[in-house]
């Protein structure tokens, strides 16, 4: 049962948004594409993939619908809504402003 | 943004909830996607596809798991938890229908009584008046005169409007048979004190409301319907009123009423009755202020004490002790049943409880008989609150199904309580089941399922339990928690049920000590009707006189028949007061003389009436127009103007007589009870028509004896009558005893519902007590069989059972002698006779209900006499 690199908490809503603002994708498709994306460093197990999509439709940040995938297959997409737009600028803020004051931190000299 | 969200998130979970099987579907769908996809994933990267398949299973990592972790995610699983206690609960409620059925029908009378009564309640008290911003309308507790309202109007300035209305009954002709309708005189702001706007036409203008004015009237929408077919053709017609012509102008709007007086048309007082609109000593008119807004009550009874003191100041005579005192109108529609609607309130709210106490009793009963299925659940790891919430769910559901049929029932009592409605109840009529009554019956009834569904519901999971398990070999005598609360249960529904019998005794010992009154005068076979002179054509007395002489010779000519004319009916309601001297006595200021009750009579009145004379002697043939001026007083008179004194032969005459007109006191009568058996009689002095100067007493009550059906006496009535006139109508046609019955109508529709009450009450004790009692005999089988077995008798047993259902009796009936001592004095204006703490009663309905109870004790014991100890024995 490993889960390599857990992702910090409430990091997964703020990825997944992010990456659905290129194009819908089916929650296959954003696995991939986070893996790739992040140079195979940041993986969502997919355990959690699927609960956080349907908290996210939830919340009205994502919204779902039926069609045809690259080998016509069915399959749920999701993209991202006008609330979900503002919701990842919201949150991408937060990110960039407490990352940089991790990184300020661990950039500390000895004393 | 908070709406945008719910823009997407309602119709998501609507979805959920009410399309589970296709969102489940679509879940199944995805995952079922993502599986392929991963698996083809790992194929092309060199597995085989059996493993890939599985290492795509365990990435996900339980599937099942991942479901259930989408669907929090949809958060509607309270929702279908909630579902799913409703569908146990209609599942187990179903497996035991008697349960099911004992509570749902006691709840059914304690919610359905409740609804009933506050239907009532909310139609008399609660209701707003119909007319626009009835909030603003005020009335003032005593009548006034017109000239008295113009003063108030230019002496104050908190009104918008200041409406004047008395009611005459007028004489309508020209459709067929002449009519008795009645017609509201009154002054042209009366309209716009109301508020109302007329549906067709237009209503009486200022300008037209003045002496010698046009004849214009306004009808009511009943009265236009009834006689013209709602035809907008009316207007600018005219129809005859007591022998003069009107102009109809306009037709009211339907809304338009007025509390408890029936108003057919509306004419300006000043021309309709000129005398009287002039008169400031005539205060006749109801009065309608409304209030200008933003003017409290407290600021406009400033300006009314004011205008007090001026006009005592300036029209001493028509203004002594004159305290006006503004109130809402509202208030002054239902003040005087406020208090008694509220004594039956509380009555159908105690009946309420006792029928939730034994509904939480029952299903103490039943949990039971459940402590094994519980204890299983409990074992297999549901948690308390889970419990808890079933059992909720279950009584809740329970209630609401008790709410549903209560309003069945309330439907049912609603028409009874029509059925049995006493004229005096203002608004009565308008009851109905409105959303009001179904809000407060739907709040009633969830209120009920959840108060007294958490008692038994903690008492199992809490307490029941782990005694329970240990104690489950061997049924010992009733120790467990849930018997002794519903021991607790029975005796406060014994309490509750004496407070409401006592009350219901004190009450039928007060019709029944009403009844006994003799109220002075005969009551069998005699026939009263009300007819009434039209001012057109008896303004002459010699013409009224003419008509009574002509009318009680053709009366009396009827085979067994004796007729008299009086001008107030005993118990009728109607009276008339007269300031009056008496010669020799020292004068007092004008305005201060004493007041009597005056009656006008003629034709042998007291020897119809069979009211006793007590001194001197009765009018004769030798009282005539013209002859000495006589009347007759009653004792009540002489008690208080003449006490240890004969009366006979002093002279009296009323106040302020000119020219001066003594009367000579001729004889004593015996009293009767004018105002209805609960009142005093008060001092009264008879005088005739055919001696009276009041000429406008041109109504009066012909009251005749005799030997024939009192339906074939009024056709012969109405033939003489309509030989000597044909276009008088007759009003009111009752026997005597229908006019006394009626006037204890409003005790008769007390204590009808009380005593239902009292039943219902008495009957839902009973099966709580029988309940209990057979429940504590099966649990204490075992135990009887050993008594027996150890040589206990019958009797033993049966004393033994008795003497436990006599304790709790006991328990409870001193108790609610106590509460009933604290709590009858609030029902004491309803009482006659007797004081609310009446002995008799207080002794007899506990003795009564003892009784009852030991009786229901007794079934069940005579069940436990029988107990054969082999069995019993082996019953566990």
């Known amino acids: 049962m490993s889960r390599p690199s857990d992702l910090v908490q409430g990091t997964l809503d703020l990825l997944l948004l992010k990456i659905l603002t290129l194009e819908p994708l089916n929650g296959f498709a954003i696995s991939l594409r986070l893996k790739q994306v992040s140079g195979d460093i940041l993986q969502v197990s997919d355990g959690s993939l699927y609960p956080a999509l349907h908290k996210l439709e939830q919340e009205g940040w994502i919204k779902a619908e039926w069609r045809a995938s690259e080998n016509n297959r069915r399959a749920k997409f999701y993209s991202l809504t006008r609330m979900g737009r503002r919701q990842l600028e919201r949150e991408a803020d937060n990110w960039n402003r407490l990352s940089a004051a991790i990184s300020h931190v661990i950039k500390m000299e000895e004393a | 943004m908070r709406l945008e969200r719910w823009f997407y998130s309602i119709p998501l979970r609507f979805r959920s ?115 626009p911003n009835s909030e603003q309308l005020l009335t003032l507790h005593s009548n006034q005169s017109l000239p008295d309202l113009e003063d108030i109007q230019k002496q104050t300035n908190s009104f918008a409007a200041i409406g004047g209305l008395t009611i005459q009954a007028l004489d309508f002709t020209g459709q067929g048979d002449p009519v008795q309708i009645y017609g509201g005189l009154c002054n042209a702001e009366f309209f716009d004190a109301l508020g109302f706007r007329p549906v067709i036409g237009r209503t009486i203008s200022p300008v037209e409301d003045a002496y010698g004015g046009p004849s214009l009237v306004a009808l009511t929408q009943g009265f236009w319907k009834r006689y013209f077919g709602g035809d907008a053709a009316i207007l600018g017609k ?120 034994n509904f939480a009793s029952l299903q103490l009963a039943r949990s039971a008989t459940r402590q094994r299925e519980i204890a299983i659940r409990t074992a297999l790891g549901a948690p308390s609150w889970r419990l808890i919430r079933q059992m909720l769910t279950e009584s809740v559901f329970l209630s609401l199904l008790g709410g549903v049929a209560g309003l069945v029932l309330a439907g049912l009592g609603v028409r009874l309580l029509m059925a049995l409605k006493p004229a005096g109840l203002p608004r009565i009529a308008d009851t109905s089941i409105d959303a009001s009554v179904l809000s407060f019956t739907f709040a009633l009834s969830l209120l009920t399922g959840i108060v007294f569904g958490l008692v038994p519901a903690l008492s199992t999971t809490f307490f029941g339990l782990n005694a329970k398990l240990k104690e489950d070999t061997r049924t010992t005598a009733g120790g467990s928690s849930g018997y002794r609360l519903r021991k607790f249960l029975v005796v406060s529904e014994i309490a509750l049920a004496l407070i409401l019998l006592i009350s219901a005794g004190l009450m039928i010992r007060s019709f029944a000590l009403l009844h006994r009154v003799d109220p002075g005068f005969r009551t069998e076979n005699i026939l009263t009707m009300r007819v009434e002179l039209p001012e057109a054509r008896y303004r002459e007395q010699t013409k009224q006189r003419q008509f009574h002489r002509e009318f009680l010779e053709a009366l009396n000519a009827i085979p067994g028949a004796q007729a008299a004319l009086v001008s107030e009916l005993p118990m009728s309601g109607d009276y008339i007061t007269h300031n009056f001297v008496i010669e020799g006595r020292p004068p007092l200021p004008a305005g201060r003389e004493p007041e009597v009750q005056t009656r006008t009579v003629e034709g042998g009145y007291f020897r119809v009436m069979g009211i006793p004379l007590l001194a001197g002697r009765d009018f004769g043939s030798q009282d005539r127009t013209g002859s000495l001026h006589v009347v007759v007083v009653n004792r009540a ?26 009367m000579t006191i001729v004889g004593v009568v015996g009293d009767i009870k004018h105002f209805g058996p609960s009142e005093p009689e008060e001092p009264a002095v008879y005088d005739l028509y055919s001696q009276t100067a009041q000429q406008w007493k041109r109504w009066m009550y012909p009251t005749i004896r005799g030997a024939a059906s009192a339906g074939i006496l009024l056709e012969q009535v109405k033939q003489h009558l309509w030989a000597i006139d044909n276009q008088l109508p007759v009003t009111q046609v009752f026997t005597m005893n229908e006019v006394v019955a009626a006037s204890l109508d409003h005790q008769r529709f007390n204590l009808t519902l009380l005593g239902i009450f009292a039943g219902v009450a008495l009957a839902l004790a009973v099966i709580g007590i029988y309940g209990v009692m057979s429940y504590a005999i099966t649990q204490r089988t075992s135990e009887i069989g050993i008594r027996v077995a150890l040589g206990a008798q019958q009797r033993d047993v049966l004393w033994m059972i008795l003497g436990q259902g006599l304790r709790l009796t006991l328990l409870g009936g001193t108790l609610g002698i106590a509460a009933s001592f604290v709590l009858t004095r609030y029902m004491s204006h309803l009482l006659f006779g007797i004081t609310a703490r009446d002995p008799r009663t207080f002794v007899f309905i506990p003795f009564a209900l003892l009784a009852v109870a030991l009786l229901a004790c007794y079934v069940p014991a005579r069940r436990a006499m029988s107990v054969d100890p082999m069995v019993a024995l082996r019953y566990e």
């Open chain 2, 17 to 131: 909830l009410f399309r589970r099987n296709a969102v489940e579907h679509e879940l199944d769908e995805e995952l079922q996607f993502h599986l392929e996809q991963k698996t083809q994933h790992y194929v092309a990267s060199g597995m085989t596809p059996e493993d890939a398949r599985r290492r795509a299973l365990r990435d996900i990592d339980g599937i099942e798991l991942r479901k259930e972790e989408c669907r929090d995610a949809r958060r509607v699983s309270r929702i279908e938890d909630l579902a799913q206690d409703l569908r146990f609960s209609a599942r187990t409620l179903r497996k035991t229908p008697g349960f099911t059925a004992a509570a749902v029908l006691t709840l059914a009378l304690g919610i359905g009584a409740n609804a009933a009564i506050f239907s009532v309640v909310n139609a008399v008290l609660l209701r707003s008046l119909p007319y």
């Open chain 2, 238 to 357: 005219s129809i005859r009123l007591s022998g003069n012509s009107y102009t109809v102008i306009g037709v009211l709007p339907r809304e338009f009423w007025m509390p408890g007086r029936p108003v057919d048309v509306l004419a300006s007082l000043r021309v309709v009755s000129p005398l009287a609109a002039k008169s400031r000593g005539v205060h006749f008119l109801h009065t309608y202020f409304r209030l200008k807004p933003a003017i409290s009550l407290a600021r406009a009874n400033v300006e009314m004490g004011n205008v007090d003191q001026w006009l005592a100041l300036h029209y001493p005579e028509e203004n002594t002790d004159n305290h006006r005192h503004l109130l809402p109108l509202r208030d002054a529609i239902v003040g005087d049943v406020r208090p008694e609607l509220l004594v039956l309130f509380a009555a159908v709210g105690l009946v309420l409880l006792i029928a939730c106490v």
């Open chain 2, 637 to 662: 008179f002489v008690a208080q103007y003449f006490p240890g004194q004969n009366p006979v032969g002093a002279r009296v005459q009323w106040a302020r007589s000119d020219p001066p007109d003594w």
